[in-house]
């Protein structure tokens, strides 16, 4: 791999999104915060969720991993689809620049806007009772696991859509409904039997509550298997959209 070509290919994306912070990063941070101020109030009490847990201190991870995933898929979509539809992919495109140097550099710089929103999130709501995590390592893993698949996925949007609209579509219709339906706001073993095998079958569920489990030492599901699941997807996805980008799929055309 080029690594000349994916540093500055990488500081490049870096970039673009720290040049408008207040847009990129520091509006999702008071969306999460507002949920937090919100869901805290209305919800305390009437949702049971994990044993010894707090509800409001149980909201922040899974608000953490719901603005990194949807902020991770935000930053490799509309970078790609944008220098599409502006032309100045070809600046890209023309430098030999090997196609693992592209993937890693478009996913590395989702995964790093990720990660500062998610920090951040847990900045500004930590002081709702948010308690020592349980084990550090388990957290990073997921929050690099969850941002990366949904970087990965970014990138498959930002190919595929020809119009921001089209790109839209993929965030209202996709990314979103699963962020929202797998376990942010409650405990999916409060869910009914059906709605609960419905939201084992959700993908963003594992890393929600693989995250949450670093912080609290307890999940709905085992860790291992979230991390099984959430590592193979990854795996899975990444060799997929590679194996795209190298054959220059509405790229070059």
């Known amino acids: 791999m080029n690594f000349t070509g994916f540093y500055t290919l990488f500081k490049k994306e870096v970039l673009r999104f720290w040049k ?30 994990l044993p010894g847990v707090s509800y409001t201190a149980f909201l922040i991870p899974g608000l953490a ?58 900045a500004v709501t930590a002081w709702f009772g948010l308690p020592m995590p349980h084990n550090v390592l388990w957290i990073v893993m997921f929050a690099l696991l969850g941002c990366g698949i949904m970087a990965v996925f970014g990138l498959l949007a930002g190919i595929v859509a020809e119009k921001f609209d089209q790109l839209a579509a993929f965030q209202n219709f996709l990314i979103m409904p699963l962020t929202f339906l797998s ?6 073993n409060s869910l009914p039997p059906f709605w609960r095998a419905i939201s084992h079958a959700n993908p963003v569920f594992y890393m929600i509550d693989g995250f949450r489990y670093g912080f609290f030492g307890a999940s709905d599901v085992s860790p291992w298997l979230s991390l099984a699941i959430v590592g193979s997807s990854f795996i899975v996805l990444s060799i997929a959209i590679h194996a795209v980008l190298k054959s220059g799929y509405k790229l070059r055309s």
């Open 65 to 122: 991993m719901m603005s990194m995933t949807q902020n991770a898929f935000a930053n490799a979509s509309s970078s790609l689809i944008q220098s599409r539809i502006t032309g100045n992919l070809v600046f890209i495109l023309l430098p030999p620049l090997s196609s693992q140097a592209f993937f890693g550099a478009y996913v590395a710089a989702a995964v790093v806007r990720g990660l500062v929103v998610g920090a951040g999130v847990l």
């Open 183 to 188: 376990g942010v706001f409650y405990s999916i």
């Open 20 to 49: 408008v912070g207040f847009q990129t990063l520091s509006a999702p941070i008071l969306t999460a915060l507002l949920y937090q101020l919100i869901f805290s109030h209305v919800m305390r009490g009437h949702t049971d969720v």
